[in-house]
C-alpha cells in the first residue's frame, strides 16, 4: 500500500510569509508526529497526534507554529511569519497505534520530507 | 544537554570491516532504544530496535544494550558501500517521547 506522503517536497518562501505543510499518512494509521531537521541535526519532536486530537504540543518552537488533523488523517503544519531559522526539513510520521503513552511501541513510518527553505 | 547522544562522524569504514556505532542517553528511565538509517536526501528507516539488556543480532546488523552505563551501540559487519549513510540512534524516554541523536554519518569505502 501507499505510505506516507508530504506536499510540497520543496518550499521555498520569503521572510514573513506563511506556509503550509501537508502529510497523509497511511491509510489506518491513528498516530500522526511531525519532527523537523535542521543540517546535520537529529530530529527535533514538534506535534503528536493520536486521531484528531493532539496530546502533545510539547515541541513546537513558538506561537508561529500550529499544526490539526481532520477526520484522523491528513495533517497540515501551518507556520505564520517564517523566519529564516524555520528553513530546515519538516518529516512527517505515522504509526498503527501510539508507542508514545504506553510501554510497547509501534514502528513510526517516515514520509519524503518537506524541506522548507525562507529566504 | 541533549537526552540522547551520538559521535556525528563521519566513521570512515574499509568495505568488508566491522562499523561501530556508539550511543549514550540521559533517562534511566528510557527502555526501548532504535537505530534509523538515513541515506542522504531521504527519510529515516528502521532497522534495529532493543528492549532488553545484552545482544540482538539481525542478518550483519548487531544492536547492543548496556542500561547500567546508558549506551546503546549498532555494529554493521562485513560494511558495504550501501551501508554508507547517517545512523540515528532514538529512545523512548521516561514520558513516552522519542528522542532522537544527532546521527553517525558512516561512510564505507571500496
Known amino acids: 500500500g501507499a505510505g506516507v506522503s508530504q506536499s510540497p517536497s520543496n518550499k521555498v518562501t520569503e521572510k514573513g510569509k506563511d506556509v503550509e505543510l501537508r502529510c497523509d499518512p497511511i491509510?489506518?494509521?491513528?498516530?500522526l508526529y511531525w519532527y523537523r531537521q535542521s543540517l546535520g541535526q537529529g530530529l527535533e519532536f514538534l506535534i503528536y497526534?493520536?486521531?484528531?486530537?493532539?496530546?502533545?504540543k510539547s515541541g513546537l518552537p513558538s506561537d508561529r507554529f500550529s499544526a490539526e488533523r481532520t477526520g484522523g488523517s491528513v495533517s497540515t503544519l501551518t507556520i505564520q511569519r517564517t523566519q529564516q531559522e524555520d528553513s530546515a526539513v519538516y518529516l512527517c510520521?505515522?504509526?498503527?497505534?501510539?508507542?508514545?503513552?504506553?510501554?510497547?511501541?509501534?514502528?513510526?513510518?517516515f514520509g519524503p520530507g518537506t524541506r522548507l527553505t525562507v529566504l | 544537554q541533549k537526552e540522547v547522544e551520538q559521535n556525528s562522524g563521519p566513521l570512515s569504514v574499509p568495505e568488508g570491516a566491522i562499523a561501530s556505532l556508539n550511543c549514550t542517553y540521559s533517562?534511566?528511565?528510557?527502555?526501548?532504544f532504535f537505530w534509523y538509517r538515513q541515506y542522504s536526501g531521504k527519510s529515516p528507516e528502521l532497522i534495529m530496535f532493543i528492549y532488553s539488556n545484552g545482544d540482538k543480532e539481525d542478518g550483519r546488523f548487531t544492536a547492543q544494550l548496556n542500561k547500567a552505563s546508558q549506551y546503546v551501540s549498532l555494529l554493521i559487519r562485513d560494511s558495504q558501500p550501501s551501508d554508507s549513510a547517517t545512523y540515528l540512534c532514538a529512545a523512548i524516554d521516561s514520558w513516552g517521547k522519542l528522542q532522537f541523536g544527532a546521527g553517525t554519518q558512516v561512510v564505507v569505502t571500496p
Open positions: 533517562d534511566r528511565g528510557s527502555q526501548s
Open positions: 497526534f493520536q486521531g484528531n486530537s493532539a496530546p502533545d
Open positions: 491509510s489506518g494509521h491513528t498516530a
Open positions: 510520521a505515522s504509526s498503527s497505534d501510539s508507542g508514545m503513552w504506553t510501554s510497547s511501541y509501534n514502528e513510526q513510518f
